[in-house]
């Protein structure tokens, strides 16, 4: 969604007045009513909704029109409710699929075309003489935005035979329409909403933010909702009063990590007049009122669901490749990937509801559902979020690196020595960016599980070995990950157990220096003086060793787990060792000053 | 110096045998220069001081050295130690050479591993047996000479592992280590070792004259007959030209192998 700064509202309205002062009359005007109470109820008053949520097309059937890539083309008409392809028809198509009553409409060419849904053959062609920006359609009429430099225009067409019903001229930009039960929703100059009489073009009324643009618009069968990448508010007879808070709105929070997600298509991004790649990141809010229930973020291959206090609740990760549409039904949210895989998932838990194949042979670029209010009704696939944001921390696109920081802050936050092993599994991962190792090395040392300690010194046992090939893996990370657990209620025996693999390492040749400081910091810290024997022994092996002895981070780890854990006898230790002419003269005056002597 | 105390010390840290019989052992000479000179930070003469302790040899003397050593000493010091304490090698010894078989120098643990060889405690051969995988190269060297010097059955396993790449130092231990049966694996094992390596290793047990009966020999001879690299023939040759293979049946097996080979260059 492009920005949209004061500076920018200024041009818009400076070009607009400009061309009030030169061109005819237009229907969207600078000057006009807005925010009137008893026009906009009027005006919602005249929407033809269903009783309940439904597809749009006269079938009532809920529906995927799906386009796949190649030379030209294709559409390939799905039923959602059979599981089968309707029909396909190649096309070249160059915008979204707009759904109307029992029609589709594309933009091919320098053209409009509608084809019927029965069997996708061209219905009629309407050449544009304009650029187009967007269009939506009804169940009878299709609505067409188009502009030149200095003028837009709101056409009707006849969905039946492309019969031009009316056009509205606007003094400014006019983004992509909306339609819903016989009204059209116009957005225009990025501040106003007018709200359009589908068969007479009509003005109704129109709508203004105190505070934000409107460049977002989502309309199911029953609901409509109108904001910008800030939120989106309910469409409802309260709408008019501005600035009150009347009307819900939905505000939900958006991890950092998940950059670029929108709550919809921004109505006057000319990229976006087709499917993009901004059709992979899309927020979905998890009932008509708002985020109160919770809502969800599609973020290409991956779905997550979260609380209405933003701490995430479900994870699905799509295997392998992307998903390019997606749509929440009310029921359901539904995705197509770009391998042609359906996938439905409850929105509360995350569980797979559908799942099905197009059949596509060619890549998907992107779909548009005629869903509304669907429900599949097959047995679901429990979700699995541990299996999900696992597959998220280890997928290979390095694009995802900061979703895979998400996910595994979230399974962090998870209970459970299992989710510590996938967590380690992370750290033993080759390919897995530093940066993420970092976190995830952070989040084990705060995670302070007790229950993962045998996760953890189960990690303690590969050592290096020549024969092997083997290496410690993550070893720092993972005495970090136990000094985090000092304090906490351990188990007596996985104590013991974790201190013999410590001391694996703190006796090993090859631990290196910056790897004992956290062994010993380890060992200190769960050890509860059991770990002292050991602490003094290798203590005393290097405490006159020229290159470990002199070490000062070693020096302070060590001196500071005998003196600070140690009693009587480890600070007589200390004191010999300081007396002691062949001690690294550094490390003698460390012990001096802790002892206070 | 506060020995005992240190001593003392030592026993509730380490569970030092030889920290706690330092308590009760009486020298028989005076050493006390010695051990004085080995606390002291003159690194030079605190290695005259083991070795000299070493060569005195008697109880007290040992002990000193097993004293010394767990007290901790710089990698220079350490190893003249451990070579002294082997000179009189005492169960007891084990511990503290054990302690000195993970350091992080290489040269000590390659020391201390040499030293193990000397004890047939089983704790002594598994510290042998960590050393074939040790990733210093020097360790793994003193690690194979220490598990042929001390018959650490337990070690072939790691030394075919090593055989395989191409480490000399396996190969002659697998050598001395070999009876009819090792021999028999060893020559199994072409197609999957480098050949030089398993040629040396062949060769080297038809040089030993313990290794047999004749039979054996034959048998390994026709093994390294199936070598094709030319250490093949070096092996056989080295076993014509050694006295081990005077009047033997495999000598004539081999000169034959040999003649084959040449004469068909």
């Known amino acids: 969604m492009r920005a949209w ?19 005819p009359k237009a229907t969207f005007r600078l000057s006009s009513d807005e925010n009137n109470a008893y026009e906009l109820g009027q005006a919602l008053s005249k929407r033809k909704l269903p009783a309940s949520p439904q597809p749009l097309n006269t079938a009532g059937e809920p529906r995927a029109f799906v386009l796949t890539a190649g030379s030209p083309k294709t559409i390939v008409a799905y039923s959602l409710a059979s599981g089968n392809a309707l029909w396909k028809t190649d096309a070249d198509v160059q915008s979204r699929i707009v759904v109307g009553g029992d029609f ?13 849904q029965d069997n996708g053959a061209a219905r009629w062609r309407v050449h544009l003489d304009h650029e187009f920006v967007g269009a939506a359609a009804d169940q009878e009429r299709v609505y067409v935005v188009t502009k030149s430099s200095d003028e837009a225009w709101l056409t009707a067409y006849d969905g039946g035979d492309g019969g031009k019903l009316w056009s509205d001229a606007a003094q400014g930009s006019l983004g992509a329409p909306a339609a819903q039960g016989g009204v059209v929703y116009q957005p225009f100059l990025a501040q106003w909403l007018a709200i359009v009489d589908g068969a007479t073009g009509q003005q109704l009324t129109r709508l203004r933010n105190e505070d934000q643009q409107i460049s977002v618009l989502r309309v ?10 800030k939120g989106l508010t309910v469409l409802d007879a309260n709408s008019a009063t501005v600035g009150a808070g009347a009307s819900p709105f939905a505000k939900v929070k958006v991890p950092d990590q998940l950059e670029r997600t929108a709550y919809g298509r921004d109505a006057y991004d000319p990229v976006q007049v087709s499917y993009t790649a901004a059709d992979r990141s899309r927020i979905f809010l998890g009932s008509a009122s708002g985020a109160a229930a919770g809502y969800a973020i599609h973020y290409f291959r991956f779905v997550l669901g979260f609380e209405a206090d933003g701490t995430l609740k479900w994870a699905y990760s799509h295997p392998r490749v992307e998903l390019v549409a997606s749509e929440h039904t009310g029921q359901v949210i539904v995705g197509i990937s770009s391998s042609g895989d359906l996938v439905a998932l409850e929105p509360s838990t995350g569980a797979v509801r559908a799942r099905k194949s197009l059949g596509t042979t060619a890549p998907v670029l992107g779909a548009t559902f005629d869903a509304d209010g669907w429900s599949p ?18 997928d290979r696109d390095a694009r995802f690196d900061r979703v895979k920081e998400l996910a595994v802050t979230a399974l962090a936050k998870l209970p459970g020595p299992d989710v510590t092993g996938q967590l380690l599994a992370v750290l033993s991962d080759d390919r897995a960016p530093q940066h993420l190792k970092d976190t ?21 046992g590969v050592h290096t070995d020549y024969i092997a090939g083997t290496e410690p ?6 005495a970090r990950a136990i000094s985090g657990l000092a304090d906490a209620p351990l188990d007596p025996g996985q104590v013991t157990a974790a201190l013999a693999a410590l001391q694996t390492h703190l006796d090993a040749a090859t631990t290196a220096s910056d790897e004992l400081v956290h062994v010993i910091g380890a060992m200190s810290a769960i050890g509860g003086g059991a770990e002292l024997p050991a602490l003094g022994s290798h203590f005393l092996l290097y405490h006159s060793d020229d290159t470990l002895g002199g070490d000062a981070s070693w020096q302070k780890a060590i001196v500071t787990a005998l003196h600070t854990r140690g009693g009587p006898q480890e600070r007589e230790l200390l004191r010999q060792v300081a007396a002691d002419p062949r001690t690294r003269p550094s490390l003698a005056t460390l012990v001096q000053e802790t002892l206070g002597e | 110096m506060k020995r005992m105390a240190i001593g003392a010390l030592l026993a509730v840290l380490t569970g030092s045998a030889a920290a706690q019989k330092a308590k009760k052992k009486v020298p028989d000479r005076d050493i006390s220069a010695d051990v004085a000179a080995v606390y002291g930070a003159d690194v030079e003469a605190a290695g005259k001081a083991v070795e000299q302790l070493g060569a005195i040899g008697t109880p007290a003397a040992h002990e000193a050295l097993l004293d010394a050593l767990a007290m901790g000493l710089t990698p220079s010091v350490a190893m003249l130690a451990l070579q002294a304490l082997a000179l009189h090698p005492a169960p007891p010894d084990v511990l503290a050479i054990r302690r000195y078989a993970g350091h992080h120098d290489p040269a000590t643990r390659s020391t201390a591993i040499s030293s193990l060889a000397l004890y047939p405690d089983p704790k002594a051969r598994a ?7 040790d990733p210093a190269g020097m360790v793994r060297t003193a690690a194979a000479r220490a598990a042929a010097k001390g018959r650490v059955r337990d070690a072939t396993e790691s030394l075919i592992a090593l055989l395989a790449r191409g480490e000399e130092s396996a190969a002659k231990a697998l050598a001395q280590l070999a009876d009819t049966e090792l021999a028999r694996t060893l020559a199994d094992q072409l197609g999957k070792v480098p050949e030089a390596t398993l040629a040396l290793a062949l060769g080297q047990i038809l040089l030993r004259a313990d290794f047999g009966p004749d039979q054996s020999k034959v048998e390994v001879v026709r093994a390294i007959a199936k070598i094709q690299d ?22 004539a097996e081999a000169e034959g192998i040999v003649d084959a080979r040449l004469g068909g260059k």
């Open chain 1, 220 to 229: 199911t069968s029953q609901q409509a909702f109108y904001g910008s990448k």
């Open chain 2, 127 to 133: 510290a042998i047996v960590a050393g074939l995988h």
């Open chain 1, 440 to 460: 995830v090395v952070d989040l084990l040392v705060m995670r302070r599980d007790p229950g993962s300690l045998p996760v953890l010194t189960a990690q303690l």
């Open chain 1, 377 to 394: 009704g097959e047995q679901s696939e429990a979700g699995d979020t541990v299996a999900a944001l696992v597959s998220i921390a280890l």
């Open chain 1, 473 to 478: 893996e993550a070893l720092a990370a993972i």
């Open chain 1, 5 to 23: 700064g004061a500076s920018n509202m200024r041009a818009a309205i400076a070009i607009a007045l400009v061309a009030a002062a030169c061109g």
């Open chain 1, 104 to 116: 589709i409409v594309t933009k091919e060419g320098e053209d409009i075309v509608a084809r019927g």
């Open chain 2, 230 to 251: 030319a250490a093949a023939v070096t092996a056989l040759t080295d076993y014509i030209d050694s006295p081990v293979s005077q009047g033997k049946a495999s000598r």
